[in-house]
């Protein structure tokens, strides 16, 4: 199977595994599936480090290139499929990133894993729910 990590699940996969459920940190154990992860999620990395409510060592680069090699994560291309897949999803709330992650798992064909109330209802993508 083919996934992409929602941002959250990819910083709880890096740091703090205990808010995975036995389900998901079995997903992502299984050298058998594919990992992805959007550059959005690191952009939304970066924003959190600069508001300081998220804090990584040694530093956002070095620290994104470890937990890429770890996970085993491919990059998912930020393009303008994706960009323009946006307008044939329903969402009902704004934020970009979930809007972009959204879009980058129904053009890849990957399974969204998430927390999110938002978009494990969000119709026509796949998710896998983290509960």
Known sequence: MKY????????WAS???????RRIAKVLADSENELWLSPVSVWELTM???????????DIATWVA??????RLTEAPLTVEVALAISSINFSHGDPADHFLAATAKVFDL???TADD???TLPGIRVLANR
Request: overall charge positive.
């Open 4 to 11: 992409l990590l929602d941002t959250h699940i990819w910083l």
């Open 15 to 21: 740091m703090q595994a205990d808010c995975l459920s």
């Open 48 to 58: 959190l480090c600069r508001k300081g409510r998220f804090r990584v060592r040694p």
């Open 66 to 71: 470890q937990t890429l090699l770890e996970l």
């Open 111 to 113: 399974t969204l894993i």
């Open 118 to 120: 938002h978009l494990l």
